[in-house]
């Protein structure tokens, strides 16, 4: 059974950065997508960043610049860094994960079959 276990998030001043981790166990897939969505209130959830297990990335418009995405196979973890953080970043971030359909490269929302539970991460002015 696969579960996606997030840490990492807190409290941090506009400006500052916050790195969050994403642990994954029961993973066997060799092909897949990974990535970090996020959810403020009275908001839907949005996108922040995937990663295919290729490597290939991709970035929401609004963190791009500021925020990289990686992940250590060895360790089935994926980590989301985090700087220059502004008050709208503010939220509920999330760890989600999903096999990819061989050879397909592209992480579009439907692949995210598993998340995590979600962790605060919270901007003040």
């Known amino acids: 059974q696969v579960q996606l276990v997030e840490s990492g998030g807190g409290s941090v001043q506009a400006g500052g950065s916050l790195g969050l981790s994403c642990a994954a166990s029961?993973?066997?897939?060799?092909?897949?997508?990974m990535g970090w969505f996020r959810q403020a209130p009275g908001k839907e959830r949005e996108v922040v960043a995937t990663?295919?297990?290729?490597?290939?990335?991709s970035f929401a418009d609004f963190v791009k610049g500021r925020f990289t995405i990686s992940q250590d196979n060895t360790k089935n973890t994926l980590y989301l860094q985090m700087n220059s953080l502004k008050p709208e970043d503010t939220a509920i971030y999330y760890c989600?994960?999903?096999?990819?359909?061989?050879?397909?490269?592209?992480?579009?929302?439907?692949?995210?079959?598993?998340w995590g539970q979600g962790t605060q991460v919270t901007v003040s002015t």
């Open positions: 989600a994960a999903g096999p990819r359909n061989y050879p397909l490269y592209t992480c579009p929302q439907e692949v995210f079959t598993y």
């Open positions: 029961g993973w066997t897939y060799s092909w897949y997508c």
């Open positions: 990663i295919h297990s290729v490597g290939r990335t």
